[in-house]
């Protein structure tokens, strides 16, 4: 089984910038795709980056331009760089294989804010 735990959450200002991380357990053949998705108290998880194994990235209209995700080539982590951040990014992030959803992490707290 893997486990995902993510990090580098915080509270930064409208424009900012955050890098979050996600490290998974074990490692998983570079075929496997790799997601992130954010989710709002009281509504329904939303994907909003994904890494096809050897494939170009796909991000939601959302965040297209302003986020970045890559994975390490070493270790077990994928990244997601957040530019440009809005009060509307503010949202709890999760990391996930979304070809094979496995049990969730905790999440990393995002709130955007002055």
């Known amino acids: 089984q893997v486990h995902f735990v993510e990090s580098g959450g915080g509270l930064v200002k409208p424009g900012g910038s955050l890098q979050l991380s996600c490290t998974y357990s074990r490692t998983m053949s570079r075929f496997v795709t790799v997601a992130w998705y954010r989710q709002v108290t009281g509504k329904q998880r939303e994907l909003i980056a994904s890494?096809?194994?050897?494939?170009?990235?796909n991000y939601g209209d959302s965040v297209k331009g302003r986020f970045a995700i890559w994975r390490s080539t070493t270790e077990n982590t994928v990244f997601l760089q957040m530019n440009s951040l809005r009060p509307d990014d503010t949202a709890v992030y999760y990391c996930?294989?979304?070809?094979?959803?496995?049990?969730w992490g905790q999440g990393t707290q995002v709130t955007v804010s002055s």
């Open positions: 996930n294989t979304p070809n094979n959803i496995r049990e």
């Open positions: 890494l096809p194994g050897f494939a170009t990235a």
